[in-house]
């Protein structure tokens, strides 16, 4: 039988979705000893070549909850033989032999499909250069539901580096599985969403229009979703970095102009572009999305491993 691997958000279903949201639900209330049950006797690697903070110590947490074990590799850029010229496809041919499943961030796109194409075990994708985040935004839309009550019918704003964000890149194929849900991109014109997606919203009958004006697109969505300007990304672009950076800040003056009922997500981390006394606001909904990250992973962990 193939591994069945989570590369790309567009494998997944409206079903797989819902089936993930109850499980980490049903998780969450199982009593701890039950849990730890659910992996026991299973290795997970984690092999990290970008710094993380919220994905790998999510994932490991999830692991460790249900019973698992850990072996990782937090800084691999520098401190696995991929520092000695290991390929990629090298590293994880081995380390398939070691663990039942492996979570791969990587700094290249295409990273996550050519460790897929040698592994024996599933391999997990935990941000594929500037390309792709699946299960960020696997905890993205399971904190929409969460928090709002559903997906379906949900306006959205996009905001910050939507050209660099991989979570942003992801959240929107996954809501192309969801009713009458309507997206604003809210970006620095150097950092715009790229054309490949807007297309694919396209197909999928995914309306979606551009704003500069975020007070305007704050009093209008259900959802504002924030992004951090990727300054890694940009290289010798500095410029470039600094006609995007400071752009769009969600501060007081946006807050007053959201929904009573709406809220602000993130995927973490932040610079400056929400500013801290959001923070005391109940719309601040990120550090509730961070928390859910250990929910999710937890559901699907049990879905590669077990089902
Ligand atoms: N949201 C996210 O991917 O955070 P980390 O980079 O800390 O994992």
Same mark, same amino acid.
């Given at each position: 039988?193939?591994?069945?691997?989570?590369?790309?958000?567009?494998?997944?279903d409206?079903?797989?979705?819902?089936?993930l949201?109850?499980?980490?639900?049903?998780?969450e209330?199982l009593?701890a000893?039950?849990?730890?049950?659910?992996?026991?006797g299973?290795?997970?690697?984690?092999l990290?070549f970008?710094p993380?903070?919220?994905?790998?110590?999510?994932?490991?947490?999830?692991?460790?909850r249900?019973?698992?074990g850990?072996?990782?590799?937090a800084?691999a850029?520098?401190?696995s033989?991929a520092s000695?010229?290991e390929?990629?496809?090298?590293t994880?041919?081995?380390?398939?032999?070691?663990a039942?499943?492996?979570?791969?961030?990587?700094?290249e796109s295409?990273?996550?499909?050519?460790?897929?194409?040698?592994s024996?075990v599933p391999?997990?994708s935990?941000?594929d250069?500037?390309?792709?985040?699946?299960?960020?935004?696997?905890?993205?839309?399971?904190?929409m539901?969460?928090?709002?009550?559903?997906i379906?019918?949900?306006?959205?704003? !996009?905001?910050g580096? @939507? *050209? /660099?964000? +991989?979570? %942003?890149r992801s !959240?929107?194929?996954l @809501? *192309? /599985?969801y +009713?009458d %849900?309507?997206?604003v991109?809210?970006?620095?014109?150097v950092v715009r969403?790229?054309r490949d997606v807007a297309?694919?919203l396209?197909?999928h009958?995914?309306?979606?229009?551009?704003?500069?004006?975020?007070?305007k697109a704050?009093?209008?969505?259900?959802?504002?979703?924030?992004?951090r300007?990727?300054k890694?990304?940009?290289?010798?672009r500095?410029?470039?970095?600094e006609?995007?950076?400071?752009r769009y800040v969600?501060?007081a003056?946006?807050?007053g102009?959201?929904?009573?009922?709406?809220?602000?997500?993130?995927p973490?981390p932040?610079?400056d572009?929400?500013?801290?006394?959001?923070?005391?606001?109940p719309?601040?909904a990120y550090?509730?999305?961070?928390?859910?990250?250990?929910?999710i992973?937890?559901?699907l962990l049990?879905?590669?491993?077990r089902?």
């Amino acid at each position: 039988v193939e591994p069945q691997h989570v590369i790309d958000a567009r494998a997944f279903d409206r079903a797989t979705l819902e089936e993930l949201f109850l499980q980490a639900e049903a998780l969450e209330k199982l009593p701890a000893a039950d849990r730890s049950a659910l992996l026991t006797g299973k290795i997970i690697a984690t092999l990290f070549f970008e710094p993380s903070t919220r994905t790998r110590l999510s994932f490991e947490s999830a692991i460790l909850r249900l019973g698992g074990g850990v072996i990782s590799a937090a800084s691999a850029k520098e401190f696995s033989s991929a520092s000695k010229g290991e390929t990629i496809e090298d590293t994880v041919r081995i380390v398939s032999e070691y663990a039942d499943l492996i979570v791969l961030r990587h700094f290249e796109s295409g990273a996550g499909a050519r460790a897929a194409s040698v592994s024996t075990v599933p391999v997990v994708s935990a941000g594929d250069g500037p390309d792709q985040h699946p299960t960020q935004a696997l905890l993205d839309l399971f904190t929409m539901k969460r928090e709002l009550g559903h997906i379906d019918g949900l306006r959205i704003a !996009l905001v910050g580096d @939507l *050209a /660099n964000g +991989r979570t %942003v890149r992801s !959240l929107a194929y996954l @809501l *192309a /599985n969801y +009713r009458d %849900v309507k997206l604003v991109f809210v970006a620095p014109e150097v950092v715009r969403m790229k054309r490949d997606v807007a297309e694919f919203l396209t197909r999928h009958g995914v309306s979606f229009a551009e704003e500069s004006d975020l007070e305007k697109a704050a009093r209008e969505v259900d959802v504002i979703y924030q992004t951090r300007i990727q300054k890694e990304r940009f290289g010798e672009r500095l410029e470039d970095y600094e006609r995007a950076t400071g752009r769009y800040v969600i501060n007081a003056d946006v807050l007053g102009a959201m929904k009573r009922a709406s809220i602000v997500m993130h995927p973490l981390p932040r610079n400056d572009e929400i500013r801290p006394e959001v923070d005391l606001d109940p719309r601040a909904a990120y550090f509730r999305q961070a928390k859910n990250g250990v929910l999710i992973r937890m559901a699907l962990l049990v879905k590669l491993l077990r089902d």
